[in-house]
């Protein structure tokens, strides 16, 4: 078992005054050799927006984007027509492909939104680009592993073009759940810890903390206190 931790004041921050953002890999001013990716999973940021603000219209191509809200609403448009709020128990996805055009904003002028934005590297480049959104039941998370994403379209969750499922949990204080890799072959899992504190093959994290694993057919997860998890099984290799 291969096993690396990235602690949650160990990432890289950016504060732009409207946006405030932790980055667990390279991005943007903060690149660290040591912390490109963990296999396709390419970045993982920890959003929070200020009232009325966002991203503006601005490009993307061949990656596969996931955006997961935490809290509060955001407004996604794109050049494909799309039009559409995001909130908590949602999950959306692009694929950017051959090239897309979006805006990502605040919808609410009197609360933050706080939301997980992940980039996944393709299996496929200069695919159609397509946008996706689902509203996702989170009682099916309460002390089990819910998929919210995968390789296929008729599966639970959304879909991308990557060989990579991701499930989260809402774990109650003393609880545990196992994952068993779908290709642990190939593939690693990298543990976000969104609340709470959490045992995984024994290494203890706390919130924000992640932690990635290789060379495993399967990992446990204990909750030391209530506590929500995202897991990402990737493949390793490019």
């Known amino acids: 078992m291969n096993t690396i931790i990235h602690k949650a004041d160990t990432r890289g ?3 732009h005054g409207w946006l ?17 990716h963990f296999g396709v999973l390419r970045v993982l940021n920890d959003d929070i927006v200020a009232e009325s603000q966002g991203f503006g219209t601005h490009p ?30 949602d999950i959306q996805v692009m ?26 590297f393709p299996n496929k480049k200069s695919v159609q680009p397509r ?6 039941n989170t009682i099916d ?11 296929n379209a008729e599966d ?21 759940v196992n994952y068993q890799l779908k290709d642990s072959k190939n593939n690693g899992v990298y543990a976000f810890i969104i609340k709470g504190d959490v045992t995984i093959n024994g290494e203890s ?11 495993i057919e399967e990992l446990t997860i204990e909750s030391d206190s209530n506590a929500e998890v995202l897991l990402m099984e990737v493949p390793m290799t490019i």
């Open 13 to 15: 921050s950016a504060n």
């Open 20 to 36: 405030q953002s932790r980055h667990t890999f390279s991005f943007a001013n903060y690149h660290n050799p040591e912390r490109m």
């Open 60 to 89: 993307h191509r061949d990656m596969e984007i996931i955006s997961i809200p935490l809290e509060g609403d955001l407004k996604h448009e794109d050049n494909m027509g799309n039009k559409t709020i995001i909130k908590s128990g």
């Open 95 to 120: 694929s950017a492909g051959t090239g897309i055009m979006h805006s990502e904003y605040n919808a609410n002028a009197d609360e933050k939104v706080k939301f997980l934005q992940i980039w996944v």
């Open 131 to 136: 946008y996706d959104q689902i509203t996702l």
């Open 141 to 151: 998370r309460q002390n089990k592993l819910q998929q919210v994403l995968s390789p």
């Open 156 to 176: 639970d969750g959304v879909w991308i073009h990557q060989n990579a499922w991701f499930h989260m949990a809402n774990l109650d204080k003393g609880k545990y």
């Open 205 to 215: 994290l706390n919130e924000r903390d992640g932690m990635g694993i290789s060379n």
